[in-house]
């Protein structure tokens, strides 16, 4: 899913004493004004994030909070108003726009250099420019083309599994699935699959503690090098792939220049994949969380569809939000946002507001009235959409066809969440009736 990778800013788990920020309550339980903490060293936050921000968005519309590196974020809580804010040009995509120059010096240098070129960092009209490259290769059409490739992928890798009656269905399905898909569709050899994976773990995946620079910046020049070397071998020898084409569109159109074509090359690569896994995790675990949800999904399968985007609304894989910068001033339901202030689009506490969603803590899977923010909106709304929609029907959907009795190994409480920024559980270990492979 290309989705807000670079484009999100996780709030990372420092705490009041590292940054000395107070954090005081008020009477009945109301945050102050001081930009609130969201607690992300403690476990019981992690695992469940979404009774604060149910306070956050009671508090009001639009709440400070310290985000990556002690930054302070401007946290939009409310549908209509994120909604709002998604499409509104004042709000930059552009991290050059923000006034606190730790927002840049904190990337990664190798980051810095050439990954600000990536579209979902850039405005119109470079980003116009840019997505209007790869757009074709993610239209609905071209997308159900992948339908056959990518249901024999999600069979074997449940084959792969059927005997043994358990397996981890992070590391053992919705991980290497998605992987595969977009490693095909850029022509990326199987052999290399494992190595840029473990790299953009090291650069995007976050812990309960920020990673060493030295470690990241490492993992970007190996990420780096490996994604020069491999558009070399394609220039050399071009296929029917989307990356021979944006080659083409950097060598003879001159569309793309040097580092735009190395930002779009790891964009695509990062992006394809990472969002997606954290989608079908996540979905599986919604639903054996919720029996009865589980069972009706079963016995409707046409519902499956809704079910997607509902568990994109209920608890998807971008939390909280989708970052913007201030180009001027700008009013925010009232609140004055200032000029160069990091603007913090909460899609996932804007997914449970009451006043556009029914019963929003409600898992339902039968909702049909599903605007979510999952995917963003407005021009930099998810290039990828069609292929995560798709990858997550085909294996959530196969995966209640072809494992009976699927369930959790360990109780719904001892799941870890990835902490912030991107979510969905760490690990999924479930049983199931064990069967034969397929044929």
Known sequence: ?????????GVRPWTSAQLHV???ACPGGMMSQQPVLLPYDDPAFVADPFPLYRQLREDGPVRRAVIAGGLDAWLVTRYEDGLAALSDPRLSSDVRDASDPRLIAQLPEFERESMMSNMLRSDPPDHTRLRRLVSKAFTARRVADLRPRVQEITDRLLDA?????????????????????????????????HDF?????????????????????EAWQRMRAYVTTHLE?????????????LISAHDEEQRLNHDELIAMTFLLLVAGYITTVNLIGGGIAALLADPGQLTLLRERPELLPHAIEEFLRYDGPVNPGIARFAREDVEIAGVTVPRGATVLVASAIADRDPARFAEPDRLDITRQDNGHLAF????HYCLGAPLARLEG??????????????????????????????????????TFTPAHRAG
């Open 233 to 245: 071998t394609k220039r050399a020898r071009p296929g029917d792939d989307l990356l021979s084409a």
């Open 161 to 193: 599994v059927l005997p043994a009656g358990r397996a981890e269905l992070v590391a053992d399905f919705a991980l290497p699935l998605p992987v595969t898909v977009i490693s095909e569709l850029l022509g990326i050899p199987v052999d290399d699959r």
């Open 197 to 217: 994976q473990r790299w953009t773990d090291t650069m995007i995946v976050r812990g309960e503690r920020m990673p060493d620079p030295a470690v990241v910046n």
């Open 393 to 430: 029907q085909i294996a959530i959907g196969t995966a209640l066809r072809r494992l009976p009795g699927l369930a959790l190994a360990v109780p719904p409480a001892e799941l870890s969440w990835r902490p912030g920024g991107l979510r969905g559980p760490v690990r999924l270990p479930v």
């Open 376 to 379: 963003g909106h407005g021009i």
């Open 22 to 24: 107070p954090v005081d």
């Open 1 to 9: 899913m290309i989705a807000a990778v670079s484009d999100n800013l």
